[in-house]
Structure formats: structure tokens, C-alpha cells
């Protein structure tokens, strides 16, 4: 039986009654692990998905199942954390299904390239450059990346890009090779982390076909060899290594490889090896800031499909500071408990799950040390508060008073709240703008400016915004 072919027919049947942020959330990295005597094993990565799966959706799919495999008599869970990464039985969920089309746009088919008899993990077109939020700190390292897939093997040769866990190396040197293989469809695309080069290396050092080896690396026109830092003492592996760069280099083939920190750095690594690291660009990629974070935040939250308030993924964006990895974590796991208990994120879960997993994360406001119900007290109020509470006070609904409508009644208000985002929040006018469905920020400066007039000679006005803050302050 092939179990990816029959999970894939039975997903695709699903999908079609389960909503598509949910279904990505709960069947991405599930998989027909066995079937034995009638009792089928479907894995899936995490307890969340378990309950969930099991709670709300085992009647059908056992139904399913049947349809497709009429001896099924059972079907078991199983939680299986290693399906996160490859499996082979996995089914990619969010390639299935009409809607995808609509909704995202994968780089198409980029088949590696494989010389054969050289296993290289393939190119995931998860990873690409325009889906690599840039900031200040990996600015240099896109541009480089970029400049490679245009001309691999020229100028930037070879490219080395080093930094810490989690900061997007491996992204990018993954999105090279994407883009590589989509400019030039007859180049050879190698993409190996230096352990399973050393495997390999291994390998053929054990059947004395160590000449074949190198030949078959010699056709490669891009290599990208990851996490190199792992070759340090690993002396045969850098001789073999240095070889078939001294080869790929002298044919101008491109060569780009990552490692955790600069050439300079790798102690247990021969001094020529760094020599030949240093020939060529090395950039790096720092850990990014606030504003990189929130964007990050705000793509990935758009990648899952997935609905979170704005002031939640600020909160996410200001507590998870070390890498892009502890970021996607804790957005995941947002996604996957509001999707459990079906209800919208607020500061407080999200803080509370934040301190779960890293107990030692103070949770501080800039201004002064706080424990961390007071900073939920503090930042309490947020956009949403302040909307729905000046939609209720003037009887409106919240899409009127966000929409467009142009009458007095609504236009005030909707400055009103404008006024009150700036003022108690402090966010800019380009936010405020996004908030209210994509506006210009210079008409939000002036509704806010507007007010500030108003609000000198209108006591009426004034009255209505002390009783409005009143509400929020309850
Ligand atoms: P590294 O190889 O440096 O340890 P990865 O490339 O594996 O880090 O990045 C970890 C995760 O963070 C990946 O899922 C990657 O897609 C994501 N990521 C890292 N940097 C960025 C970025 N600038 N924009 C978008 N996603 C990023
Ligand atoms: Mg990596």
C-alpha cells in the first residue's frame, strides 16, 4: 500500500469541510506511519494536534479511510515529533487543494539537479529570497545572496555567510540554490551540510572509491555546503574538501557555505581552508531587531493564514529577541492553541505561554520594572479595545467606524478613536493608518490635529473623551 498516495486522497477529501487555516494547522505533518492487520497508525507532530485531530475529526476520517481502504478496522494516533522534519510518507498539506493557487505562490518545480550517486538534501522551495524579511541586520547578506543568483560564480566567490542559531543562514543559502536552479535550468545545484559531506566523504573512503567521489563533485556548478564549522578536526573531510574547492573555484563554479561564526573564528580548521574562505565575500547576519521581528511576525502570521492581533504579535515581536527560530516557534504555538481552543490570542495567553517556555524572560516595560500583571494591566488597552469601546459609546459598529462612510456621525468618531490610539498608545500615524483600513498617515495627523483643536474649544468633546478613557480604564 502506498501510504503517502492514500493519506494524500484522503486529505484532499477533507479539506473540503475543514477550514483552510485549521487544516494547515493540524494535518501539516501528519503521515500514515503503519498498517497492520486492519489497525492503521496515523502520525501526527505534536499532543496539540492529537487531542485535536482526535476530538474533532476521527469519525471522518475513519469514514475516509474506508472509502479508499475497505479493510481499515481501526485507526490509531500517534504523536511523532520527527515528522516536523522530513518524512517519508508525509504529505505537504498546503499543496493541496484549488485554493492554494490563490493563496500562496511557491517557486515552481525546482527539481534538484542530482549527478547520481550524490545524495544531497533537496532544495526546499519553502525557502526563497522574497519571502526573507530584510533589516538592517542581514541587509548586506540578502543583497550578496541576491547578487550570486544572478551571477553565480563571478563576482562574490566564494560567499560565506556566518552568524548564530536561527538567524536565516540557512534560509538564504537554501533560497540561493532555489533561485539558482529557476535563473539557470541546465546548472547543477548541490546543497549538503558539512556533516553529510563528511558522510559521504566517509563512505567512499570506505569502498576506495574515493576518486569517484571527487569526480562526480566536480560537475557541480553551485555548491552550498551548510554549517561548516562541523568540519573543524575533521582533517581528511577538509583535505578532501579543500580540494574540490581549489577544482569548483578554479572553474569558476560558485561555492557558499555558512557557518556559526567568522572564517577566522574556526578553530580545528586548517589555516589554508580559511584562506580560501577569505578569497571571497563574508557577510554576516545579526540577530534582527524590533522592526525586523515584526515583520517577520506579520509575513509568517500571513504564510500560516492565521488571524493575530496586532498588539499580540508586537507583544510576541518585543519578548522573543534571540532568533527567527524562537519567533516562528512561538507564533506556532499561538497559532496551534488559539486553533485548539478556538479563541483569538490575547497578550495575557501569549505572555503566559511565553513564560512557559523561557521562565527566565522578565516581562519589563521600557519605562519601569514591572512583574508581569502589571505590564498586562499596563498595555491592556489596545487598538482593538480603544475601537470597540469608542464604536460602543457612539452606537456604532466597529467595521462602520474602521470603514469608509463619510457621514458626520461616523467621521467624528472615527477621529475620536484616531485621536485616542495616538494619545494613549502612542503608535505612528502610518499604524494608526494600516489600523483603519489601509489610510493614508497624513489623514490620521490630521485627524488627530483636528482634534486637538477641537478638543481646546469643544467641551462637549472633551466631556465625551474623559468618559470614553473612563470605560477603557475599567
Ligand atoms: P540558521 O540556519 O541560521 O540556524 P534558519 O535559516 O534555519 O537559521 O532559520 C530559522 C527559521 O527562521 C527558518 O524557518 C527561516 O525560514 C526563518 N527565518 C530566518 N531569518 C528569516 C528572515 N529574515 N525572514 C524570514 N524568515 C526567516
Ligand atoms: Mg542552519
Redesign the pocket.
Known amino acids: 500500500m502506498n501510504f503517502k498516495a492514500l493519506w494524500t486522497q484522503v486529505l484532499e477529501k477533507l479539506q473540503a469541510s475543514v477550514k483552510r487555516a485549521q487544516f494547515i494547522t493540524w494535518f501539516q505533518d501528519t503521515a500514515i506511519l503503519r498498517y497492520d492487520e486492519g489497525i492503521m497508525v496515523i502520525g501526527v507532530p505534536n499532543p496539540f494536534s492529537h487531542n485535536w485531530i482526535l476530538a474533532n475529526y476521527a469519525d471522518t476520517i475513519f469514514d475516509l479511510v474506508k472509502e479508499f481502504e475497505n479493510g481499515v478496522l481501526k485507526i490509531e494516533y500517534e504523536v511523532h515529533s520527527s515528522l516536523c522534519a522530513e518524512h517519508a510518507h508525509k504529505v505537504d498539506v498546503k499543496k493541496l487543494g484549488k485554493t492554494l493557487k490563490k493563496v500562496r505562490k511557491l517557486p515552481n518545480k525546482n527539481e534538484v539537479k542530482l549527478i547520481e550517486g550524490i545524495s544531497s538534501k533537496c532544495l526546499n522551495p519553502r525557502y526563497s529570497l522574497s519571502n526573507y524579511v530584510v533589516g538592517p541586520e542581514n541587509r548586506l547578506a540578502h543583497a550578496a545572496a541576491s547578487a550570486v543568483c544572478v551571477r553565480p560564480g563571478s563576482t562574490y566567490n566564494p560567499l560565506f555567510i556566518y552568524g548564530g ?2 538567524l ?4 538564504l ?1 537554501q533560497a540561493i540554490g532555489n533561485e539558482v536552479l529557476k535563473n539557470f535550468q541546465d546548472k547543477t545545484v548541490v546543497y549538503v ?1 558539512s556533516e553529510k559531506f563528511t558522510n559521504e566523504i566517509v563512505e567512499a573512503i570506505q569502498k576506495f572509491d574515493s576518486k569517484k567521489f571527487k569526480e562526480k563533485y566536480r560537475n557541480v556548478d553551485c555548491l552550498i555546503i ?2 561548516i564549522q562541523f568540519l573543524a578536526n575533521k582533517d581528511r573531510t577538509q583535505v578532501e574538501f579543500f580540494h574540490t574547492f581549489n577544482e569548483l573555484y578554479d572553474m569558476n563554479k560558485q561555492i557558499i557555505i ?1 557557518s556559526d561564526r567568522a572564517p577566522k573564528e574556526l578553530a580545528g580548521l586548517e589555516d589554508r581552508l580559511v584562506n580560501r574562505f577569505e578569497m571571497g565575500m563574508i557577510v554576516d547576519v545579526q540577530a534582527p531587531d524590533f522592526e525586523t521581528r515584526l515583520a517577520i511576525l506579520h509575513r509568517k502570521a500571513r504564510e500560516c493564514e492565521a488571524l493575530i492581533p496586532a498588539d499580540v504579535i508586537e507583544f510576541i515581536a518585543q519578548y522573543c529577541s534571540n532568533s527567527v527560530r524562537e519567533l516562528e516557534g512561538v507564533l506556532k504555538q499561538v497559532i496551534a492553541k488559539s486553533e485548539l481552543e478556538n479563541t483569538m490570542p490575547s497578550i495575557k495567553s501569549v505572555g503566559e505561554m511565553i513564560q512557559k517556555l523561557s521562565p527566565k524572560v522578565k516581562f519589563v516595560s521600557s519605562e519601569e520594572p514591572t512583574d508581569l500583571e502589571n505590564h498586562y494591566a499596563k498595555v491592556a488597552v489596545s487598538i482593538q479595545d480603544i475601537v470597540k469601546a469608542v464604536a460602543k459609546f457612539y452606537k456604532l459598529s466597529v467595521d462602520e467606524l474602521i470603514g469608509t462612510c463619510r457621514k458626520r456621525e461616523v467621521m467624528l468618531p472615527r477621529q475620536v478613536c484616531m485621536y485616542l490610539i495616538r494619545s494613549e498608545l502612542k503608535h505612528s500615524f502610518e499604524k494608526i493608518g494600516e489600523e483603519f483600513g489601509g489610510r493614508n498617515h497624513t489623514t490620521v495627523m490630521h485627524a488627530c490635529e483636528k482634534m486637538n483643536d477641537s478638543l481646546k474649544v469643544n467641551q462637549r468633546l472633551a466631556q465625551e473623551l474623559f468618559t470614553i478613557r473612563k470605560l477603557l480604564s475599567v
Do not use: A, M, N, P
Open positions: 542559531v536561527g536565516g543562514k540557512t534560509h543559502l551540510t551548510d554549517d555558512s
